[in-house]
């Protein structure tokens, strides 16, 4: 079974400072895939950064990095130069491959940031 | 390019009823997964569809079901409805759903369906 655990239920942070949002995992896949998505009160969940298991670089994508240390099975989240739209919550998310149909995504609880002027 | 489309956003049955939730994906994509989002339970997969056949089924009871159309639209639906069915409901598409490891396994999510039981 597959497992995320996001540590932080909530974070205060001022804005344009760096914030880190942890993510541990557990899986006994051998290839998977690591998510981060953002979740603003509208609902909707909204991609952020993508990190495969054999990628032998961090992902980036603009103000968002992943940290990602396979033999800690961390994948934490880095956003840079924070904004008060970066406000929400984020989840943590991996997908494993399991008999050649790509597996439903398991999510961790989730990380409140709130972006303080 | 328009993005996941569910409707309806809201809405609101009574013990007993069942619903059907609608999920039309980003165009061209093939796979569609459900998911249950609850604030004690967090987000849970569903279900997954690919060419209208269903590829893959998370850990929910019979009451829950889905079907995918040839136009990779797709419905759940849920029957009997209980109180603990209070929930978002969140449709995603991706290009193919196949290979962990491959960017193509994107989820992009609709905004989702607020079911409120009563």
């Known amino acids: 079974a597959q497992k995320i655990t996001q540590t932080q239920p909530g974070m205060f942070v001022q804005e344009k400072e760096a914030v880190t949002l942890d993510c541990t995992y557990d899986?006994?896949?051998?290839?998977?895939?690591l998510f981060w998505y953002k979740q603003p009160s509208s609902g909707e969940m909204i991609f952020l950064i993508y990190q495969g298991s054999y990628d032998q670089q961090n992902a980036t994508e603009g103000r968002y990095s992943l940290n990602f240390q396979k033999a800690r099975k961390s994948a934490n989240l880095v956003i840079s130069a924070s904004q008060l739209g970066d406000s929400a919550m984020y989840f943590c998310?991996?997908?494993?491959?399991?008999?050649?149909?790509?597996?439903?995504?398991?999510f961790g609880k989730g990380t409140h940031l709130i972006i303080q002027p | 390019k328009a993005g996941v489309t569910q409707t309806p956003r809201y809405l609101i049955k009574t013990r007993g009823q069942q619903v059907t939730l609608s999920c039309s994906p980003i165009?061209?994509?093939?796979?569609v997964s459900w998911y249950q989002q609850t604030p004690g339970q967090g987000l849970q997969f569903l279900f997954e569809?690919?060419?209208?056949?269903?590829?893959n089924k998370g850990n929910f009871p019979g009451r829950f079901s889905g079907r995918q159309f040839s136009n990779s639209r797709s419905e759940m639906n849920v029957s009997t409805l209980e109180l603990g069915d209070s929930a978002l409901y969140l449709c995603?598409?991706?290009?193919?759903?196949?290979?962990?490891?491959?960017?193509?396994?994107?989820?992009?999510f609709g905004a989702g369906s607020r079911l409120t039981v009563l």
């Open positions: 899986t006994s896949d051998p290839s998977y895939g």
């Open positions: 165009s061209g994509h093939r796979s």
């Open positions: 998310a991996m997908r494993g491959n399991s008999g050649g149909g790509a597996d439903g995504l398991t």
């Open positions: 995603a598409s991706s290009s193919s759903g196949q290979g962990a490891g491959s960017g193509a396994n994107v989820l992009t």
């Open positions: 569809y690919f060419s209208e056949t269903q590829r």
